[in-house]
């Protein structure tokens, strides 16, 4: 089985700052790696996605995610961050192929807050 | 629709008693997840539909739980005799195809707040 850990539940920055969201994940297995936003009493949105191929991926609004297969990560960056960036984010993961692959297995989700 | 449509936003119930949660997936996909989100914690996937093939239940938490889903569109969530734990987000997410079509992405809706009191 696979599993996700979001290292921080809350990362509190100020606006224009950098950020980095961290995300580890355990499988015996390759698998896909996806971050999505939560905006306040929204659903889920995509932000990016690694498949395969190069390990750095850009996604939208400026953030990008480097995955490192050595060691089992797949951190979330943005160079400089704004006001609207404050929302709950999520790692995920799932299976490339077999019986269950369209399941996602989700972190527990870090709340990133953008002060003034 | 544009989007996953879910209703009702808010339910508030008191224990014991049922409650059945919507969700009208986009037009013309033919998977569904419900996944629930209770405070705190990331999503838990509950039941997942793809077309006319039985359905993967594996993450339904009791026998209270249910769902049914009626060709492609509309499904329902059903919790039988709710209790205090059952307060979660309930999230229904769909794609135009699932597994192995990886460029699918799930489209989410706003979910389902739902309290027991």
């Known amino acids: 089985a696979q599993s996700v850990t979001q290292l921080d539940s809350q990362v509190p920055v100020f606006e224009e700052a950098p950020v980095e969201l961290r995300c580890n994940y355990s499988?015996?297995?390759?698998?896909?790696l996806f971050w999505y936003v939560q905006y306040p009493n929204q659903g889920l949105q995509l932000l990016l996605k690694y498949l395969s191929g190069s390990t750095l991926v850009k996604g939208i609004n400026g953030f990008e995610a480097e995955f490192n297969k050595s060691q089992t990560s797949f951190h979330l960056r943005k160079p400089s961050v704004h006001i609207s960036d404050t929302a709950e984010y999520f790692c995920a993961v799932r299976l490339p192929r077999g019986g269950s692959n369209y399941k996602l297995t989700f972190g527990k989700g870090t709340l990133l807050t953008v002060n003034p | 629709g544009a989007g996953v449509s879910q209703s009702p936003s808010n339910k508030v119930t008191e224990k014991g008693k049922d409650v059945e949660l919507r969700c009208d997936p986009i037009s013309g996909h033919t998977a569904l997840y419900w996944y629930r989100q209770r405070l705190g914690q990331g999503l838990e996937f509950l039941i997942y539909?793809?077309?006319?093939?039985?359905?993967?239940k594996s993450g339904l938490p009791s026998d209270r739980f249910s769902a049914e889903r009626t060709g492609e569109s509309v499904s329902t969530l059903t919790i039988q005799r709710t209790q205090q734990e059952d307060s979660a987000v309930y999230l229904c997410a769909s794609s135009a195809r699932a597994g192995v079509t990886y460029n699918s992405p799930l489209h989410f809706g706003n979910g389902t707040r739902l309290t027991v009191t």
């Open positions: 499988s015996s297995v390759s698998v896909y």
């Open positions: 539909f793809q077309g006319n093939s039985a359905p993967d």
